[in-house]
């Protein structure tokens, strides 16, 4: 209340406050000298000696069990032993006129008076021991608690390794996950550029017709170009030659380095045009080649050296189409196993099928300069190619000019196997379609035109048989219909490799 007041009147009465200064005294500081002392590592004596007193008290607890448990019979021994030592005399021990005197029979006499006091000498020895360690550990009760704790530590080691994993393992995980989300940001960002290509070709333009047509609609269309042909990789899906590993969507660097058949050519390794599917142990449910040129139809075009003579005795000097199974060196022979082949409104100077078991064969409207197809029978059963989860997807192709087109198993024992083949509107020339060593569910052959392996290309007459379905080939069901023998001559007008 008082002080409410003060504040009150100092509001209308100005009030004089007196201040007194203030004297500081300071006092001399006197230094006084260091005298230093040397260090003495009394830790490390401490440490010394404890260690030296731990093994004394062990030594002699670790002896009085020894003498404990000896028989008596070895006793003997045991002074012979300490014969070299024995008798042990030390007098005036430091300077007291003291002496210590060990002798044969002393040391028999203590050893026999230690195991008749078995009890006393067991805990004195046990005593010492323990007393020992002890003093040597500083701190006996943590070292309890650090034993009691070693057999639960013991069993949680394997949950503390884990957790340590798991740190890691998330880790490597987070940086995986980053890396994907940026590699998917990437690809949709090369689909949206490359989108205006990809339309027009799923239109049903060439890519050279794309490619002009983006080229001189806008600037970005240059850049789809280089996208899309340059910079791409090479791919099964977009009709690249290669040797492909099924069911793999790109070309296998090494086959393509041990098969290229143009290899010996300087030069020109790099520049083979096949298209080749090698099979393993992975079965595909679906192998679709179709709207392709292959062998001398195209300007430039070449049928390397194919030569295939089948087991049936069938010969091709080359072969523009050879799918089938292996006559392997040294191994077990392979062949091609196939749920459903299809050959389709397709062109070839000659198409032979040799060693050919089936369950049903079509062949039905087909046109050659001279055939051959004889129906023997069989007792192939009904047959599809599964493979689970493990099973590979389709490879499909569309578009595409090819010096020739190569489907095997090499690998020797074991078969290729696919589901369905489809091989549609294939344009042949120079080489024989050949089909060797295959077994098929259903095999059908509709609507080709075979012919032209005369001189020059040209018909050689019915007596020639470009068309031939050899006494090798037996299937359950056969149904052949429709099938004619007209003049057919090669191809007259070429096109370039576009």
Request: aromatic share 8%; hydrophobic share 45%; glycine share 10%.
């Amino acid at each position: 209340m008082m002080k409410r007041i003060k504040q009150i009147l100092k509001r209308f009465f100005l009030i004089p406050e007196i201040r007194f200064p203030k004297v500081r005294l300071g006092l001399p500081r006197i230094p006084f000298p260091r005298i230093p002392f040397p260090h003495i590592p009394f830790h490390g004596i401490g440490v010394v000696l404890g260690a030296i007193n731990t093994t004394i008290l062990v030594l002699a607890g670790v002896i009085g069990i020894a003498v404990s448990f000896i028989n008596q019979y070895q006793i003997g021994n045991v002074i012979h032993w300490m014969s070299p030592v024995l008798p042990f005399r030390w007098e005036n021990i430091l300077g007291t006129d003291a002496w210590v005197n060990i002798t044969d029979q002393f040391v028999f006499d203590t050893i026999l008076a230690a195991q008749a006091n078995f009890v006393w000498t067991i805990s004195g020895s046990i005593g010492l021991i323990v007393l020992g360690f002890i003093i040597h550990v500083g701190n006996f009760g943590a070292w309890w608690r650090g034993f009691k704790a070693a057999p639960m530590a013991v069993v949680r080691s394997p949950i503390r390794a884990y957790r340590r994993i798991v740190v890691w393992r998330n880790w490597i995980f987070v940086k995986v996950e980053y890396l994907n989300s940026e590699s998917q940001k990437w690809k949709l960002a090369f689909n949206i550029a490359k989108s205006p290509f990809s339309l027009l070709r799923a239109l049903g333009f060439s890519p050279q017709m794309a490619i002009g047509l983006l080229a001189v609609g806008s600037t970005a269309g240059a850049g789809v170009i280089v996208n899309e042909t340059i910079l791409a990789e090479r791919s099964f899906s977009n009709g690249d030659s290669g040797i492909y590993s099924a069911p793999a969507q790109h070309p296998d660097p090494t086959l393509e380095q041990t098969m290229a058949w143009r290899q010996e050519n300087s030069g020109l390794g790099k520049e083979d045009n096949t298209l080749r599917i090698v099979l393993g142990t992975t079965p595909v449910r679906e192998i679709r080649i179709e709207n392709v040129t292959v062998g001398t139809v195209y300007t430039g075009g070449a049928i390397p050296s194919s030569a295939h003579t089948s087991a049936g005795g069938t010969a091709a000097s080359a072969t523009a189409v050879l799918i089938g199974g292996n006559l392997v060196s040294g191994g077990t022979d392979t062949f091609l196993e196939v749920g459903e082949l299809v050959i389709e409104k397709s062109r070839c100077t000659w198409l032979y099928f040799d060693n050919i078991t089936a369950h049903t064969i079509n062949v039905i409207g087909n046109a050659s300069d001279g055939q051959s197809i004889n129906q023997t029978p069989g007792t192939s059963r009904m047959r599809a190619i599964g493979g689970g989860h493990h099973q590979a997807e389709a490879m499909v192709t569309s578009g595409g000019s090819y010096d020739r087109i190569h489907i095997d198993a090499p690998t020797t024992a074991v078969n290729g196997k696919i589901d369905k083949l489809v091989l549609s509107n294939l344009y042949t020339e120079g080489g024989s379609c050949s089909f060797d060593r295959m077994k098929i569910g259903t095999l059908t052959i509709e609507l080709n035109e075979i012919g032209g392996g005369g001189n020059a290309g040209a018909a050689d007459g019915f007596n020639t048989k470009e068309f031939k379905i050899n006494q090798s080939v037996t299937a359950a069901n056969w149904n052949v219909s429709d099938n004619v023998e007209v003049s057919i001559g090669a191809p007259t007008v070429t096109v370039t490799n576009e």
